[in-house]
């Protein structure tokens, strides 16, 4: 599970995309029209459209893509920590975290000491274990 910021940018990603996409297919299948009355109509053997009752269904569906991923962005962005939260509330949260970060790293290094006391312990008693074993072979 990605974080909202990640999935806030893939859908922005992806809503660049749809538009890109949308503006493409409108750009490609739309029907041709002069400008001005002297404007010629060349002929495009290649070009296909669809036809008008295809096309505007095509757009329907294309600017509900948009609309759908533009509400899931604002619901990720709603759901973002800190909106709706003063700047003064989200410093003292942030002071808060880091005053328990520096309790949390003071108790790892309570813990790594402690750690090293009892290896020396027992490397210790390992090597007394050792020497009482190698002294009644003798």
Do not use: W
């Not at 296909?48 to 096309?55: A, D, G, I, R, Y």
């Not at 509330?89 to 813990?111: D, G, P």
């Amino acid at each position: 599970m990605t974080d909202r910021l990640t999935q806030l940018q893939i859908c922005l990603d992806q809503l660049s995309d749809m538009f890109f996409a949308s503006l493409s297919y409108v750009d490609q299948n739309h029907v041709a029209v002069r400008l001005t009355e002297g404007d010629e109509m060349l002929p495009d053997p290649d070009h296909n459209p669809p036809s008008e009752t295809e096309f505007k269904a095509n757009l329907t569906e294309l600017t509900s893509d948009i609309i759908l991923k533009t509400k899931q962005i604002l619901t990720i962005i709603d759901t973002l920590p800190g909106v709706g939260v003063s700047k003064d509330e989200q410093l003292k949260r942030i002071e808060n975290l880091s005053q328990e970060l520096a309790e949390i790293e003071r108790l790892k290094t309570q813990t790594l000491q402690r750690k090293e006391k009892l290896g020396s312990i027992v490397d210790d008693l390992i090597v007394q274990a050792s020497e009482g074993i190698a002294q009644t072979r003798d």
